[in-house]
């Protein structure tokens, strides 16, 4: 167990709706990162948070936005849901003993139907 | 740019046997960090190994070995004595190294290992 949560596991839509995926880190870990992993894109960074602020951006599309809260948790908010955005998306955390090492949850399953 | 390149997509091993994992990275910084993570068919990323770019020692955790050598390039993963239980994806990547608390992982395509009894 990584000490990273993540909720729902499991997220079944339809196109066009939105959603919303929550994140809590590590204890004692300041930055929150997302992933997206699709089987035709691997596994690709989508942003980061820092103590509540953007750090950095990948490729993250304009349907997608994220904020870190002053409790340090995150939600990634998906909008306009297309077929393709369905994947496995991952929060990890670090920072707690290493800023380096990213410790990553179990991941939400996001299927748009 | 970075990028890192696991050229094995599938292997298939039987149980006992040793199997090496490919890695092989791009990047022109001086300083960087390499790792490993496992995947197993529960979907969880589990981190296995970190090793900055100024150590190339190789380490041994168990059955588990890893070889870093930056003449090539390569951070090399060896599982001794497979077992069932190490069936799973395996992903490397690599991270810069940023003041401010900023860093990505990049990750190569990752390899399937399947170990059959």
């Known amino acids: 167990d990584s000490g990273v949560t993540q909720t729902p596991k499991h997220l079944i839509t339809a196109t066009g709706q939105r959603v919303t995926l929550r994140c809590s880190p590590r204890s004692g870990d300041l930055s929150v990162y997302w992933y997206q992993q699709s089987l035709d894109q691997g596994l690709q960074f989508l942003i980061q948070?820092?103590?509540?602020?953007?750090?950095a951006k990948g490729n993250i599309l304009e349907r997608f936005s994220a904020q870190q809260f002053p409790d340090l948790h995150s939600e990634l908010n998906l909008s306009s849901l297309e077929l393709g955005d369905s994947a496995l998306y991952f929060c990890?955390?670090?920072?707690?003993?290493?800023?380096?090492?990213?410790?990553f949850g179990p991941g939400t399953r996001l299927l748009v139907l | 740019a970075q990028k890192v390149t696991q050229a094995q997509t599938e292997i298939s091993v039987v149980e006992k046997e040793d199997v090496t994992l490919d890695c092989v990275y791009e990047?022109?910084?001086?300083?960087?960090?390499l790792f490993w993570y496992k995947q197993p068919p529960s979907g969880e990323l589990v981190f296995l190994i970190r090793?900055?770019?100024?150590?190339?020692q190789n380490e041994i955790s168990g059955r588990y070995s890893w070889n870093f050598q930056k003449s090539t390039s390569s951070f090399n993963f060896t599982i001794t004595a497979s077992q069932v239980v190490d069936s799973a994806v395996y992903f490397c990547?690599?991270?810069?190294?940023?003041?401010?608390?900023?860093?990505?992982?990049?990750f190569g395509a990752g390899t399937r290992l399947a170990v059959h009894p």
């Open positions: 090793r900055n770019s100024f150590d190339e």
């Open positions: 948070y820092y103590n509540g602020e953007e750090r």
């Open positions: 990547a690599l991270t810069r190294v940023f003041s401010g608390g900023y860093n990505k992982l990049i």
């Open positions: 990890a955390s670090s920072g707690r003993d290493t800023q380096e090492t990213q410790y």
């Open positions: 990047t022109r910084d001086t300083t960087y960090y």
